[in-house]
């Protein structure tokens, strides 16, 4: 049997990791009436997308889907082929999940927002990501701070039909569940940050896009190849852990991986004892470049914030 959480144990689980509006859009993302299991996941409410919703679907789908050809690793293009993702409308988790996992065991499971790390780590660490339901309305076509359906769907469910790609989220929520105990979160979301969500790849076409927060973008797609704004280095486990990055504007550094097998085998180690020796280290503005970065363009710095990064 399935119980539903009561709302004092949500409020205690998000404490400290939940900013206000996070919580409110949480809130918002969970129906009346509807059961939040103690994983925080709900059933996906198909029935609640209305015509507006598959339209925007629609429309973000079309857009990047024909943006995205020569700027996005063969890796996600197979993946979206794969899965048969709904063009037209929100897909329906439990339809990709059929196919994906007969692929790789990896499942999509519906949650109202953000959820707490922890709970996000479990998630990953068993093979099933959670997806917000929700989708952005018509005035956030091109960005909004919270993850929404469009973002989680299309941006990460593609690659995780990829055998090494799928193997290495299990391994990053397992080692999320270590970080935790070990105080070392901020080190670890850098990482991700950094790769799933604003990674570039190296192919013998030129770089290609596989971060999904770059895919579900359309303005972000375009500049994290084509602007001379940014710099673009070369992956660096160590370095990367150590450099903040920013959440409000585009990226000012992207960092470029050679294969998905260098990104999984970078991050084999145990991790104890090196979060502790990083952490005897400065941290690095997200716009610095640093002696041992391997360079592959320096960038101009034009339109970069002055605010901090995080
Ligand atoms: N190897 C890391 C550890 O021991 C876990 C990890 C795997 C972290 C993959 C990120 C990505 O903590
Ligand atoms: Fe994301």
Redesign the pocket.
Known sequence: MIATAAPQEIDTAFAGTMTAKLKEQFDEGLLSGQELRPDFTIAQPVHRYTDTDHAIWRKLYDRQASMLQGRVCDEFLQGLATLGMERNRVPEFDQLNETLMRATGWQVVAVPGLVPDEVFFDHLANRRFPASWWMRKPEQLDYLQEPDCFHDVFGHVPLLINPIFAD?ME??G???L??AKLGALDM?AR?YWYTVEFGLIRTPAGLRIFGAGILSSQGESIYSLDSASPNRIGFDLHRIMRTRYRIDTFQKTYFVIDSFEQL?DA??????ALYPELRTLPTLGAGDIVEGDRVINVGTREGWADSEDI
Request: hydrophobic share 35%.
């Open positions: 290495y391994a990053y397992k080692g999320g270590k970080a670890l990482l999984f991050t084999r180690p145990d991790f104890t």
